[in-house]
């Protein structure tokens, strides 16, 4: 396949010499003339393990050159990845004027381009939503083509990290492609088919958000280890090798458990637990601020609730779940729990059911904490889907077990449905307002 590659930086500098490593036939293209002559000499501009072999290798193979005409490099190849800067701008948000200033020029190659198709790659990270608020029109506007007619594109993440990039072209942990609804994005699954990894294609916006949140999760997880750690070695703890082996739980902690968007979290081990953790940090006055928001977050997110049922006024309300999951009748700290306070609290009619919750068997130190919650929890709960959906108007999934779906499914009629559980026959029923939570 010839390439061509626009912006020759660390990302730009990788894909060229791995690409050309497939037996790719790529141009490097940059607005730097010192660059563009290293690149062309067979000289890598940037500080990278292996890379300068890799470079050298495909200039003196012919695979490898470098440029500063647009139009050339458009014309000369099929494929062109966009690799240039995206900064961050004086707000916090993303600087696009790179993108958009290279999105330009490439659409007027193409529209002086005759006789074939042009494709065009996002490399670079930008926020979901880029490519077809921003970036589609601005192509399409400048090429003269509509999309899928001459002209594609497509959102193609990268997750390389500096000193070991090029190790993470050849080895990914899968190849994420964005592509338009319908379009299996033959043309990159052809140049991506001799690294050994699975290719995902997905919509865009869900491509170019994937780079955007795998980020942060890295820096969730090191500020997590940073602050865990503090707070450890404060009470005599050799923080490294607890997080050596909470890592060896590939089942719950290092695994996709609890990475599923939805309600908040509850019950009597984890609230408890982050406390109990926070006041070994206030303890030793150690500052935690990121764990110290957990609560605060998660409490936020009930919130978010309650407002999705204010906007539509103060309506007789059917919650489907209480425990705090599903499959127990364990009421503490159940963010369900808290948000039926909120909406009692706020004067809605509402009715609660949940199958495995039955007032009168409740004991413990779980029936204390409801009848102090809700005390007069008995006069609320309802014995079948049919009858919490009797005269209510919106109706909010938490959790539902299996064999109570199909009455919960032909119970709903002209409601307004705020799933938190993201049960996909709630979202696919007729004749419903349907509300995700995060989807």
């Given at each position: 396949m010839r390439i061509s590659v626009f912006g020759i930086g660390y990302v730009g500098v990788v894909s060229c010499g791995c690409l050309a490593e497939l037996g790719h036939e790529i141009v490097g293209v940059d607005v730097s003339p010192a660059k563009i002559a290293m690149l062309a000499s067979g000289r890598s501009p940037i500080v990278e393990d292996a890379i300068d072999s890799l470079i050298a290798g495909a200039v003196q193979q012919g695979r490898?050159?470098?440029?500063?005409?647009?139009?050339?490099?458009?014309?000369?190849?099929?494929?062109?990845?966009?690799?240039?800067?995206?900064?961050?701008?004086?707000?916090?948000?993303?600087?696009?004027?790179y993108v958009d200033g290279v999105i330009r020029q490439i659409g007027a190659a193409v529209r002086a381009k005759t006789g074939r198709p042009h494709t065009v790659v996002m490399r670079s990270t930008v926020p979901p939503g880029t490519a077809e608020d921003r970036i589609i029109p601005l192509l399409e506007d400048a090429s003269g083509r509509r999309l899928g007619e001459g002209v594609f594109y497509y959102s193609n993440p990268e997750f390389l990290r500096e000193g070991s990039s090029v190790r993470d072209f050849r080895s990914p942990p899968f190849t994420l492609i964005g592509a338009p609804v319908g379009?299996?994005?033959?043309?990159?699954?052809?140049?991506?088919a001799a690294i050994d990894a699975p290719v995902h294609v997905a919509?865009?916006?869900?491509?170019?958000?994937?780079?955007?949140?795998?980020?942060?999760?890295?820096?969730?997880?090191?500020?997590?280890?940073?602050?865990?750690?503090?707070?450890?070695?404060?009470?005599?703890?050799?923080?490294?090798?607890?997080?050596?082996?909470?890592c060896e739980d590939r089942v719950l902690n290092i695994s996709p458990a609890y990475l599923r968007p939805g309600f908040a979290f509850g019950g009597s081990c984890l609230?408890?637990?982050?406390?109990?953790?926070?006041?070994?940090?206030?303890?030793k006055n150690l500052s935690a601020p990121m764990l110290k928001n957990l609560l605060p977050a998660n409490h936020a997110i009930i919130d978010r609730t309650f407002q999705a049922v204010a906007r539509h006024g103060r309506q007789p309300v059917a919650l489907f779940g209480l425990a705090f999951k599903q499959g127990t009748d364990d009421l503490r700290e159940s963010p369900f729990v808290l948000l039926a306070e909120k909406l009692l609290g706020k004067g809605y009619d509402l009715r609660i059911y949940d199958r495995f919750v039955q007032v009168?068997?409740?004991?413990?130190?779980?029936?204390?904490?409801?009848?102090?919650?809700?005390?007069?929890?008995?006069?609320?709960?309802?014995?079948?889907?049919?009858?919490a959906l009797s005269g209510t108007k919106v109706a909010i999934i938490g959790h539902i077990a299996p064999e109570d779906r199909p009455a919960l499914l032909a119970a709903l009629k002209n409601h307004v449905v705020i799933d938190l559980a993201g049960i996909a026959d709630v979202r696919a029923h007729p004749g419903i307002a349907y509300e995700g939570l995060c989807w």
């Open positions: 490898l050159t470098a440029t500063d005409d647009v139009a050339a490099a458009v014309h000369g190849t099929d494929v062109s990845f966009i690799s240039v800067g995206t900064p961050s701008a004086a707000d916090g948000s993303v600087a696009l004027g379009d299996d994005a033959t043309i990159l699954r052809e140049i991506y919509p865009i916006r869900v491509a170019e958000s994937v780079k955007h949140i795998s980020n942060v999760f890295h820096a969730v997880k090191l500020t997590f280890a940073n602050e865990a750690g503090a707070i450890l070695a404060a009470h005599g703890v050799d923080a490294r090798e607890a997080l050596r082996l909470l609230p408890k637990d982050v406390r109990s953790f926070l006041s070994l940090a206030d303890q009168a068997t409740l004991m413990g130190s779980n029936r204390a904490y409801i009848d102090q919650e809700i005390p007069h929890l008995e006069r609320l709960m309802v014995v079948s889907p049919e009858a």
